[in-house]
């Protein structure tokens, strides 16, 4: 039933592992998307997928890298975790822009990453 | 470049309207839209404004001037689990962002008794 779903909810893991969150989408979009919620609670961009183009906002840490086995998944891996990368991690799809509609995005319920 | 005022706290009383407010100035435009979080779990979608003028929605409307950078949420018979946080966000006309939302901070709505 789950539209967006991802895995885990919860991650505590120690700085400078590596480690990754799954993200997988049954609403048949074409576009996925990652952003990150920090503790003041702003959501932002990090990634978004189309098609097998990837866009990368440009102040994400090359640390950071999306993985897409298929149009349905987007897993987000990350190396060497630093105290800072401590945050909420959302995954969100949405059908293709310039089609007609909104084209809202859909979000996942959220990765809360907790760094030691 | 993007930025996306909101007010950061409101309060307002169960039954009552209330209207919050979102200023932008972005470099480019596609859509406005309003999303719904409460703590601890995902946003979602409450509304959508790419015209200009009032969207209408059971108890919730959105307003977007896009000449002034302007829109608000407005909130009808305001019950108890409307308490959340409000997402103001203006989607990119450019494909090179990936029609990325840009969201405002959020606007933390406490509805009292």
């Known amino acids: 039933d789950t539209a967006v779903s991802q895995t885990p909810k919860y991650l505590v893991t120690q700085m400078g592992n590596d480690k990754s969150i799954k993200c997988e989408q049954n609403?048949?979009?074409?576009?996925m998307y990652w952003y990150k919620q920090d503790s003041k609670k702003f959501l932002k961009i990090m990634f978004s997928?189309?098609?097998?183009?990837?866009?990368i906002n440009e102040t994400v840490p090359n640390r950071f890298s999306p993985k897409s086995p298929d149009k349905a998944h987007l897993n987000l891996h990350i190396n060497s975790l630093e105290l800072g990368d401590s945050a909420v991690y959302f995954c969100?799809?949405?059908?293709?822009?310039?089609?007609?509609?909104?084209?809202?995005?859909?979000f996942g319920p959220g990765t809360r990453l907790t760094v030691l | 470049g993007q930025n996306i005022d909101q007010p950061t706290e409101m309060t307002a009383t169960e039954g009552a309207i209330v209207q919050i407010n979102c200023t932008y100035q972005?470099?480019?435009?596609?859509?406005l839209f309003w999303y719904q979080q409460h703590a601890g779990e995902a946003p979602t979608f409450l509304s959508y404004?790419?015209?200009?003028g009032l969207e209408e929605k059971g108890r919730f409307s959105s307003f977007l001037s896009r000449s002034k950078g302007y829109s608000y949420l407005l909130l009808k018979e305001l019950q108890m689990k409307d308490s959340a946080s409000y997402l103001c966000?203006?989607?990119?006309?450019?494909?090179?962002?990936?029609?990325?939302?840009?969201f405002g901070k959020g606007t933390s709505l406490l509805v009292t008794p």
């Open positions: 969100a799809s949405s059908r293709t822009i310039g089609t007609s509609g909104s084209n809202e995005q859909f």
């Open positions: 609403l048949g979009h074409d576009t």
């Open positions: 997928y189309n098609n097998k183009e990837l866009i």
């Open positions: 972005t470099s480019g435009f596609n859509g």
């Open positions: 404004n790419v015209l200009d």
């Open positions: 966000a203006v989607r990119d006309d450019n494909s090179n962002s990936g029609y990325a939302l840009n």
